[in-house]
């Protein structure tokens, strides 16, 4: 392992040059100049899928509360792949199926197949078999588990570009320690496992790449943390109890999708813009679909500052203080969710807005469209049309609020075995 290097005065300022450029072109990479064309590419997804989806039948059947008929695959990310028999023969299906702003993910595609078959961790000196050891390789890897585990670590999983973590056949935990971070990397699908109980890390000497590690300074506890990534794909996670936050995305992070999660017992969920000091966060693009945000959720779902995020066919079932909210001047659309308001009437309003006047926030674009309020929940809209790109002609609609609990009926990781449908 490369310990310490001693660079003199010149060379350290180059370096720090490059990988500052470097790291702007991180964030290029994904960012889209026009919005609403991602926009309106996940609607046509959406009303496609719901056209051609067979009703429910008398047939189906619930067992203690759960699904226990035939595979249905309630929306169009799901549909892709999840109702195939062979999806353990053909993993790399699924890197054809994201939706939204990071559906020119493929991670580990083309790859190979990496299995992780210990689940400890050495995090200075990863060993093959662990998972720490397959997300440093510099190559493209699918990596998938030979059982279920629980992964607890002392220091963060620093996670390499191209890389996918498929949970699928296996009951996969990291939990009681560090989170899963990437930082100036692109292109990683994290995929069904199970996120819980991650603790703050005091930071050291943590492996990055398959010969070198770096010093890490203290990592807050986030369950997913995003700095300065691009083209990152987050589906099915099961994620509670996190020390900070569930999902951060941060540092001009952008060409983000996080869908198909169930998130419950947390107090601030998701965070997209550290500060508002930051306006390179203007790039950060995020579309959050298909989630259920369940009991014991307190706030941020999500807290948004500068960029673009589109909030579509969720279900927001529980809430303390308010769901979505933001400062900066960012641009929020929220499509066919349901709100589901708190027994509190002073948490019946879905929106906050931070650190802004009425006469500064009443032009920031936050948009609502065919969202389903329910217990009283109202969404205080604000700002005209969207200065992007548009042809109107495009704008087609999501499917309204009245839908979601099909939608995100299997939100969550996922019992998948081989031979059979998810």
Same mark, same amino acid.
């Given at each position: 392992?490369?310990?310490?290097?001693?660079?003199?005065?010149?060379?350290?300022?180059?370096?720090?040059?490059?990988?500052?450029?470097?790291?702007?072109?991180?964030?290029?990479? &994904?960012?889209?100049?026009?919005?609403?064309?991602?926009?309106?590419?996940?609607?046509?997804?959406?009303?496609?899928?719901?056209?051609?989806?067979?009703?429910?039948?008398?047939?189906?059947?619930?067992? $203690?509360?759960?699904?226990?008929?035939?595979?249905?695959?309630?929306?169009?990310?799901?549909?892709?792949?999840?109702?195939?028999?062979?999806?353990?023969?053909?993993?790399?299906?699924?890197?054809?199926?994201?939706?939204?702003?990071?559906?020119?993910?493929?991670? &580990?595609?083309?790859?190979? @197949?990496?299995?992780?078959?210990?689940?400890?961790?050495?995090?200075?000196?990863?060993?093959?078999?662990?998972?720490?050891?397959?997300?440093?390789?510099?190559?493209?890897?699918?990596?998938?588990?030979?059982?279920?585990?629980?992964?607890?670590?002392?220091?963060? @999983?620093?996670?390499?570009?191209?890389?996918?973590?498929?949970?699928?056949?296996?009951?996969?935990?990291?939990?009681?320690?560090?989170?899963?971070?990437?930082?100036?990397?692109?292109?990683?699908?994290? +995929?069904?496992?199970?996120?819980?109980?991650?603790?703050?890390?005091?930071?050291?000497?943590?492996?990055?790449?398959?010969?070198?590690?770096?010093?890490?300074?203290?990592?807050?506890?986030?369950?997913?943390?995003?700095?300065?990534?691009? %083209?990152?794909?987050?589906?099915?996670?099961?994620?509670?109890?996190?020390?900070?936050?569930?999902?951060?995305?941060?540092?001009?992070?952008?060409?983000?999708?996080?869908?198909?999660?169930?998130?419950?017992?947390?107090?601030?969920?998701?965070?997209?813009?550290?500060?508002?000091?930051?306006?390179?966060?203007?790039?950060?693009?995020?579309?959050?679909?298909?989630?259920?945000?369940?009991? =014991?959720?307190?706030?941020?779902?999500?807290?948004?500052?500068?960029?673009?995020?589109?909030?579509? %066919?969720?279900?927001?079932?529980?809430?303390?203080?308010?769901?979505? &909210?933001?400062?900066?001047?960012?641009?929020?659309?929220?499509?066919? %969710?349901?709100?589901?308001?708190?027994? %509190?009437?002073?948490?019946?309003?879905?929106? $906050?807005?931070?650190?802004?006047?009425?006469?500064?926030?009443?032009?920031?674009?936050? +948009?609502?469209?065919?969202?389903?309020?329910?217990?009283?929940?109202?969404?205080?809209?604000?700002?005209?049309?969207?200065?992007?790109?548009?042809?109107?002609?495009?704008?087609? $609609?999501?499917?309204? =609020?009245?839908?979601?609990?099909?939608?995100?009926?299997?939100? &969550?990781?996922?019992?998948?075995?081989?031979?059979?449908?998810?």
């Amino acid at each position: 392992m490369e310990r310490s290097l001693q660079w003199s005065r010149p060379a350290s300022l180059l370096l720090f040059a490059a990988a500052l450029l470097a790291a702007a072109a991180v964030a290029s990479a &994904g960012y889209n100049p026009d919005p609403l064309s991602v926009v309106n590419h996940f609607n046509r997804a959406v009303q496609r899928h719901a056209s051609s989806s067979p009703r429910r039948t008398l047939s189906e059947k619930k067992k $203690k509360g759960k699904y226990s008929g035939p595979c249905l695959a309630t929306n169009p990310i799901d549909r892709c792949w999840r109702c195939r028999k062979d999806w353990a023969t053909d993993r790399q299906r699924l890197a054809r199926c994201a939706k939204g702003f990071g559906r020119e993910t493929t991670g &580990g595609l083309g790859g190979k @197949i990496y299995i992780v078959t210990d689940p400890s961790d050495d995090f200075k000196n990863p060993v093959p078999g662990t998972l720490r050891w397959g997300v440093v390789q510099t190559e493209p890897l699918w990596i998938i588990f030979a059982r279920d585990m629980i992964i607890t670590t002392t220091q963060e @999983i620093v996670i390499q570009s191209n890389k996918t973590i498929d949970g699928r056949g296996a009951q996969v935990h990291i939990a009681d320690g560090g989170g899963l971070t990437v930082q100036n990397q692109r292109n990683i699908i994290i +995929h069904n496992l199970h996120v819980h109980d991650i603790k703050k890390t005091d930071g050291g000497d943590v492996a990055v790449s398959p010969n070198h590690f770096t010093p890490r300074t203290k990592a807050d506890g986030d369950g997913v943390s995003l700095f300065n990534a691009s %083209n990152i794909w987050i589906d099915h996670l099961s994620m509670s109890l996190c020390q900070d936050g569930m999902v951060d995305v941060v540092a001009a992070s952008t060409a983000i999708t996080i869908s198909n999660c169930h998130l419950t017992n947390h107090n601030d969920v998701m965070l997209f813009g550290a500060n508002d000091n930051t306006p390179e966060d203007k790039v950060i693009q995020v579309t959050v679909a298909f989630n259920h945000f369940g009991r =014991g959720l307190v706030q941020r779902m999500p807290r948004c500052r500068y960029g673009f995020f589109h909030v579509v %066919n969720n279900d927001y079932t529980h809430w303390l203080m308010y769901a979505i &909210g933001g400062s900066s001047n960012p641009t929020i659309i929220s499509q066919g %969710n349901r709100y589901i308001a708190p027994p %509190n009437m002073a948490a019946k309003q879905i929106t $906050k807005r931070d650190y802004a006047e009425e006469s500064v926030w009443k032009n920031w674009v936050w +948009h609502t469209e065919a969202d389903l309020m329910m217990n009283n929940a109202f969404f205080t809209p604000s700002g005209g049309n969207i200065q992007q790109k548009l042809n109107k002609k495009d704008l087609i $609609k999501p499917k309204p =609020g009245e839908y979601v609990t099909r939608l995100t009926r299997f939100a &969550g990781t996922l019992a998948c075995k081989p031979g059979c449908a998810c």
